[in-house]
């Protein structure tokens, strides 16, 4: 048997507008559902619905109805529900009708798409089982298998999930961790006893979510044939291919004019054509296949950058004293009992905001500056910083 | 070259710029004569030729010297032909015709003519002699005038200047979309080519602070120093940026600007800040050149460009030299390179008072701005400057042969 687990992120933070010092103590609108500016989230998401979500689970619905044997399993994020349900409710509505059928399974993480675990464990384990709840609620059943924001993995994550009772968690397979050994294989993370770790094939995962439109790649154009071809060779060591990617990257990342979408089109059909080779969603992986050994990551690896770590998120002042200043105020803030202020507050948690303040490659002018929703990271921090100003003018109200 | 003037007795970048680039342009081999409208010594200028159009003082180089102080000079000014004071016109009028006696001897490759006041003579030479002329655009009417359209007739001599050159050269994308749409010249004629530092800013200067008592006072009670640095003219926005210190002092008392520079708006920032209430917060120094303004960037955390058009905008570069914390307007040419700072748009004051509080309020903001600004106030050299005028130089040059 050869298995493909595909697995598609889905999630759309939140963002704050540009929001003046002089609202602070004013006005708390900073997540404004009216707001026209850059950052309007109305805007975005009702784009990305169009480009890439109702599209692209069309085709996955689609298939699925020809091929009992075609599964995928999501990570949605709470922050990404929660704009669903005012902007595009049908989304939920189909994704729903995926899990009842038993072809779509349902990822667990932070509900605001955080990098919590990295800074206060009891907001993560909140945040977690926030997700949880929001996921039973909405689809009926409670995730079984872990993936933290960016897939920032590391040993003590995968202690921590292991006794939270998960099957499986997932990783990157970043080449310096696995020193020759193969990411087509199911692992034990070293000091568990019964959690499996799944780990990304990030060739032929990038393959289709960073390298399918460009014209310099010297295996443009990317056809079904070549890639399956790819596929049958990495078979030769593991039988499991983990393509982990964001959801977007059919129709947002890649658009549709690239043909994005009858490549994975053809690419199912193609699969699934050969004898023995099936789809299997997270969970089914784990069940199915014994671990290969062991493998340790101590240190932080996320499945972002050259440099697969929390750079990008955690390594400028501007991202430190942010986060600092922002869970220095946590149990003042749970202690109001305010929803609305606590869910203000969570919303400051989520990653895209850290990363919009990311200077690493600031003066190049480059990749990052195309999925920051501010003109700099500059300014990304100052409207964070006056954020966070009311947010404390109001704790201090109450 | 014809230019307007050189240092010591340039009255801003435009000087500086010229001999910065002349001088990358002999060490690339070519071989410059460059022509000045007065008669003056130009030390560290051994690479070139310096000619001189007239014998007039470089202070008269734009008009203004009394006609009769001129008899005793040797050189006399042949086509003055109104008795009381030179005028600006009168010197242009003295450069052209000694333009004219040089080409009857002497034939260059081409002309390179740095802004309005020399195309005239620019344009005689390709009239007369068919030399290929390049106009160097530094500044356009427009700018000075604060985005209108300024002296006819300057905007008639640049229209004309700006058509009959081969190549025109912009200091940046802003003054190349100027020159599109205010003077309606094709694209594709236009290349861009930044300004950078002058090569001697880089030695010979340490900021004491132990000279600026006062400044040094107002730091260590906690003051943030927000400055800048320019001619006080219509085109520099100083108003906009006066009342959004009016609005960022409301919020944060702990600010002190510092209007360093002079010009005819002077009276009227002085009277605005008395108005709006925050005089004590606001220094005014009149002119500063040198050591002084170097110290000034130096004491600063702030540096503002507020200008409403600026076609490059040199003081920028030189305020990141110093470690300050760049917020400049969209509309200027410096911006457009520059990254590792915070942007607006000139009559957005709330901003600017926004991004001005933001720094001040947060240390991790001014560290990460100045740090990273550190990387990027050199990354354009008069070196590639040169190798690009050269370029330009033999397409023209090229052309001109078929």
């Known amino acids: ?398 | 070259m014809l230019g307007w003037e050189l240092p010591p007795h340039n009255s801003g970048g435009l000087g500086v710029a010229c001999l910065n680039m002349a001088h990358a342009l002999s060490n690339q081999g070519i071989d410059i004569d460059f022509v000045v409208p007065y008669a003056a010594e130009h030390p560290h200028t051994e690479f070139m030729h310096v000619l001189h159009a007239t014998d007039l003082d470089p202070i008269h180089r734009y008009g203004g010297g009394a006609y009769a102080s001129l008899d005793i000079h040797k050189k006399q000014i042949p086509s003055i032909d109104h008795p009381d004071m030179v005028s600006i016109r009168d010197v242009q009028k003295s450069y052209q015709d000694f333009v004219n006696e040089y080409l009857m001897e002497f034939k260059p490759d081409l002309i390179h003519a740095h802004d309005w006041l020399t195309y005239e003579a620019g344009m005689l030479a390709k009239k007369n002699y068919g030399i290929p002329m390049i106009a160097h655009v530094h500044a356009t009417e427009y700018d000075r005038a604060g985005m209108h359209t300024g002296n006819p007739i300057i905007h008639e001599i640049e229209q004309q200047g700006l058509m009959m050159a081969d190549k025109i050269i912009a200091v940046s994308e802003t003054t190349k979309r100027i020159i599109h749409e205010k003077y309606h010249i094709p694209l594709n004629k236009i290349d861009v080519i930044y300004n950078s530092l002058d090569e001697d800013y880089y030695k010979g200067y340490e900021y004491d602070d132990s000279l600026h008592k006062y400044a040094t006072s107002l730091k260590k009670d906690g003051y943030t120093i927000v400055s800048t640095v320019g001619r006080f003219t219509i085109q520099k926005g100083l108003e906009f940026m006066m009342n959004a210190a009016r609005k960022a002092i409301d919020k944060n008392p702990k600010l002190m600007f510092i209007f360093a520079g002079d010009g005819e708006e002077r009276n009227r920032l002085i009277s605005d800040a008395a108005t709006l209430g925050i005089s004590k917060n606001v220094i005014f120094t009149g002119f500063v050149r040198g050591k002084k303004l170097r110290d000034i960037y130096s004491l600063s955390d702030i540096f503002v460009m507020s200008s409403v058009s600026e076609p490059f905008g040199l003081t920028a570069l030189e305020a990141a030299y110093h470690k300050d914390a760049l917020i400049l307007t969209n509309q200027s040419g410096v911006s457009e390179i520059i990254w590792s700072c915070m942007k607006y748009d000139f009559w957005d004051e709330d901003k600017l008072a926004d991004e001005i509080l933001a720094i001040a309020n947060s240390p991790a903001l001014k560290k990460s701005l100045q740090e990273n600004v550190g990387h990027e106030y050199n990354k354009i050299s008069w070196d590639k400057v040169a190798k690009k005028c050269q370029k330009i130089y033999n397409n023209v040059k090229r052309k001109g042969n078929i």
């Open chain 1, 1 to 398: 048997m050869r298995a493909i687990c595909l697995y598609l992120h889905i999630h759309q933070p939140v963002r704050y507008r540009e929001y003046p010092i002089f609202d602070v103590g004013n006005i708390s609108n900073y997540y404004d559902d009216n707001y026209n500016g850059r950052q309007s989230n109305k805007r975005i998401f009702e784009k990305v619905t169009d480009k890439s979500y109702r599209p692209m689970l069309k085709l996955l619905e689609e298939n699925m109805s020809k091929h009992k044997d075609f599964k995928v399993s999501f990570s949605i994020t709470g922050t990404w529900l929660e704009q669903a349900a005012k902007w595009a409710p049908d989304l939920i509505t189909t994704i729903r009708r995926m899990v009842s059928k038993g072809q779509a399974e349902i990822l667990g993480e932070t509900y605001y798409h955080s990098l919590a675990f990295f800074q206060d464990l009891e907001e993560f384990e909140d945040q977690v089982e926030l997700h949880s709840t929001a996921i039973e609620k909405i689809f009926g059943v409670r995730p079984q298998v872990f993936r933290n924001t960016e897939l920032a993995y590391n040993d003590n994550l995968a202690k921590w999930a292991e006794e939270k009772g998960y099957i499986g968690i997932l990783a990157e397979g970043w080449d310096k961790i696995l020193k020759g050994k193969s990411p087509n294989y199911v692992y034990r993370p070293t000091d568990c006893e019964n959690i499996k770790l799944l780990l990304k094939n990030y060739r032929l995962s990038d393959d289709i979510a960073f390298r399918f439109s460009n014209r310099d790649w010297k295996e443009w154009p990317l056809t079904v044939k070549k890639y399956q071809n790819w596929i049958d060779m990495d078979c030769l060591s593991g039988n499991l291919i983990n393509l982990f990617m964001d959801f977007e990257t059919f129709g947002e990342h890649q658009w549709k004019d690239t043909g994005i979408f009858e490549f994975m089109d053809n690419f199912i059909d193609s699969w699934l054509s050969e004898y023995d080779n099936r789809f299997v969603t997270v969970s089914e992986a784990c069940n199915l296949m014994e671990p290969d050994g062991e493998i340790s990551m101590p240190e932080t690896v996320t499945w972002a950058d050259t440099e697969r770590d929390l750079s990008a998120w955690d390594s400028n002042d501007m991202q430190k004293s942010a986060m600092k200043d922002l869970y220095k105020i946590r149990s003042k803030i749970l202690a109001t009992n305010d929803s609305k202020l606590i869910a203000d507050w969570r919303h400051l948690t989520t990653s895209d905001h850290p990363y919009s303040m990311c200077t690493k490659y600031w003066n190049d002018g480059d990749v990052h500056a195309y999925f920051s929703a501010y003109a700099s990271p500059y300014e990304s921090y100052m409207y964070f910083m006056n954020v966070l100003r009311d947010i404390e003018y109001r704790l201090k109200l109450k």
